[in-house]
């Protein structure tokens, strides 16, 4: 049932990260592939790597945090495939480390924005065109922080609660048109997002905070995604899914 061939699915930061591992394995189980992301260069290496595998992928760039343009890279997906089964709304950033009454207006405007308006968005077009076409799945990735809180990152924790909501909320309105809406809650993922804000000393804090004793592994996030897309999740929708070595467990 982890056979995606004929399906086309559309992935939003899919040029870094958790992204590009649900990309490559997508592609790799025969689905056609866009890759839309703010960085078309790196979207375009994802999409060259999978062609080198056999496999079939187209890139956009997209700002996901911008109105027309998820609109028109949704059109690029149906336009270039044909149709859309599949979307991954997974582009994200982590935002500036401040507490609550620190936090600048303009930053916490940027976090909604890129991590949870974009979702929004996204779905919108998504859902139009998985309608016409009878039917599809979402993920959205939101995080481990779209339950728990976490020490000086109020807009993030925000944004995820947010995207964990609006998943449960679109998930009732669609399930009898056979599209089902999930969420997916990574622990601390090892991925440039988190490499390039974190300190080392901080990355062994975060490793300790998940019982199996270390970070997550994009791959790791990718399974679950897919597992989540394909039809043996056929009875599965509006719910949220942790893949955090025992994070939430504590
Ligand atoms: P990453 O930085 O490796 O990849 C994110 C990708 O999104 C990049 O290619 C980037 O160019 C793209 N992007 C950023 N802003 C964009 C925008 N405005 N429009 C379009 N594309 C944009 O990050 P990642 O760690 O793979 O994170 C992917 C998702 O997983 C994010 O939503 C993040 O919040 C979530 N997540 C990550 C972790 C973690 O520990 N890494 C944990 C939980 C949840």
Do not use: C
């Amino acid at each position: 049932s982890q056979d995606f061939s004929g399906k086309v699915a559309f992935v939003t930061g899919g040029a870094s990260g958790i992204g590009e591992a649900v990309v490559k394995q997508l592609a790799a189980r025969g689905a056609k592939v866009v890759v839309a992301d703010l960085k078309l260069d790196a979207a375009q290496a994802t999409v060259d790597a999978v062609k080198a595998s056999g496999g079939e992928a187209a890139a956009v760039a997209v700002d996901v945090s911008k109105i027309d343009q998820v609109e028109k890279a949704v059109q690029f997906a149906v336009d270039t495939f044909g149709k859309l089964d599949l979307a991954v709304n997974n582009a994200g950033i982590g935002g500036k480390a401040a507490k609550a009454g620190d936090y600048t207006f303009e930053d916490w405007h940027k976090v909604i924005d890129v991590n949870l308006n974009s979702v929004f968005y996204s779905m919108k077009y998504e859902i139009a065109a998985m309608l016409k076409n009878g039917g599809g799945a979402i993920v959205n990735m939101a995080s481990i922080l779209g339950t728990n809180g976490f020490a000086s990152a109020p807009a993030y924790v925000s944004a995820k609660h947010g995207v964990v909501g609006l998943t449960k909320a679109a998930a009732i309105d669609y399930a009898k048109d056979g599209i089902r809406v999930t969420a997916v809650g990574p622990g601390f993922i090892e991925t440039p997002l988190l490499g390039s804000a974190t300190p080392s000393e901080t990355l062994n804090g975060l490793r300790a905070l998940h019982p199996v004793g270390r970070l997550g592994q994009s791959d790791e996030v990718a399974a679950l995604t897919l597992f989540l897309l394909s039809d043996a999740a056929s009875f599965i929708t509006g719910s949220y899914h942790l893949v955090d070595g025992g994070y939430a467990a504590q």
